[in-house]
């Protein structure tokens, strides 16, 4: 499954990422592509925990 990302340059330093279709789901990195790396990791690490009820889906 594909999600869309938002990647926005950081105000002090890099990136920071969000993933609008998961609330919460936020990461950062030093480059853009240690962004996208970090938001697929933070992607993969929320929906673990809504598919194990460790979050809710609000």
Same mark, same amino acid.
Request: aromatic fraction near 6%.
């Given at each position: 499954m594909n999600y869309r990302i938002l990647i926005e340059k950081g105000?002090?330093?890099?990136?920071?990422?969000h993933c609008p279709?998961?609330?919460g789901c936020h990461?950062?990195?030093n480059t853009? *592509? *240690?962004a996208?790396?970090?938001i697929k990791d933070a992607i993969r690490?929320?929906?673990s925990a809504l598919t194990e009820g460790l979050i809710?889906?609000?």
């Amino acid at each position: 499954m594909n999600y869309r990302i938002l990647i926005e340059k950081g105000e002090n330093f890099g990136y920071v990422a969000h993933c609008p279709a998961i609330p919460g789901c936020h990461s950062q990195g030093n480059t853009m *592509e *240690e962004a996208i790396e970090n938001i697929k990791d933070a992607i993969r690490g929320c929906l673990s925990a809504l598919t194990e009820g460790l979050i809710s889906a609000d």
